[in-house]
């Protein structure tokens, strides 16, 4: 099984431009997150979808922040338009399931970094 | 609103010494509680858990212990390698979501051979 995969791994941008990050979860997973590490304020969840419905995304910091989950098999997490503040490492991980009781599965994550 | 906290890293030890990072909760009745390892550059993966009081996680020689009454999740081992530098994560699910991982703020262990 190839994990869950995340790309880009590393996306340096500048301040104001449009930046997709993007994540393939183990097959056969039902439930699907989004995370945001940063030194200030740890690992935050920003989204959680189960059969690629969005069912909690009050962590989504503002607006700028998009999330969608068309199929199974892919989700992506927008930023537009990007600050220096969006600075961090977005991480995915999938669960089969819907209880977090259970292993969630990370990606490796996406280091950004905004100029 | 449910929390955690962990002891402030680096934490730095020779091979072969016994290790404990401390974990402490803050959530109504009883939540389930993680230890999640990350190493350099990767995702983080699940170490050990335990879903009610008392239990016992267990896993690769680590140890950590549900403990209601201190609203601790210490992990521990007997002897660490020069493997498992990594960094760790306290991190806990409340009764009021069967999905939100709260995590700790991460411990660094750095072990020298």
């Known amino acids: 099984d190839a994990g869950v995969i995340q790309s880009p791994r590393h996306e340096v941008t500048e301040m104001g431009q449009e930046v997709t990050l993007r994540c393939k979860p183990i097959?056969?997973?039902?439930?699907l997150f989004w995370y945001r590490q940063t030194m200030m304020r740890g690992l935050e969840l920003l989204i959680y979808?189960?059969?690629?419905?969005?069912?909690?995304d009050s962590g989504m910091p503002e607006d700028r922040f998009s999330a969608k989950m068309p199929n199974a098999s892919f989700s992506t997490l927008k930023i537009q338009p990007s600050e220096p503040r969006d600075s961090a490492v977005y991480f995915c991980?999938?669960?089969?399931?819907?209880?977090?009781?259970?292993?969630?599965?990370f990606g490796p994550g996406t280091r950004l970094t905004v100029l | 609103g449910d929390s955690v906290t962990q002891m402030e890293g680096p934490v730095t030890l020779s091979e072969e010494a016994f290790l404990t990072i401390n974990c402490t909760y803050t959530?109504?009745?009883?939540?389930?509680l993680f230890w999640y390892v990350q190493y350099p550059g990767e995702g983080l993966q699940l170490l050990l858990k335990?879903?009610?009081?008392?239990d016992k996680g267990s896993n690769k020689g680590f140890e950590a212990t549900y403990r209601k009454e201190t609203t601790s999740f210490h992990l521990e081992k007997g002897s660490v390698q020069v493997s498992d530098s990594a960094v760790y994560f306290c991190?806990?699910?409340?009764?009021?979501?069967?999905?939100?991982?709260?995590f700790g703020s991460g411990t660094r262990l750095l072990v020298r051979p």
């Open positions: 991980a999938s669960i089969l399931g819907t209880g977090g009781y259970n292993e969630q599965f």
């Open positions: 959530a109504t009745g009883y939540p389930s």
């Open positions: 991190a806990l699910i409340g009764m009021d979501s069967s999905y939100k991982l709260i």
């Open positions: 979808f189960n059969n690629n419905v969005p069912i909690d």
């Open positions: 335990a879903t009610k009081a008392d």
């Open positions: 097959s056969g997973h039902n439930s």
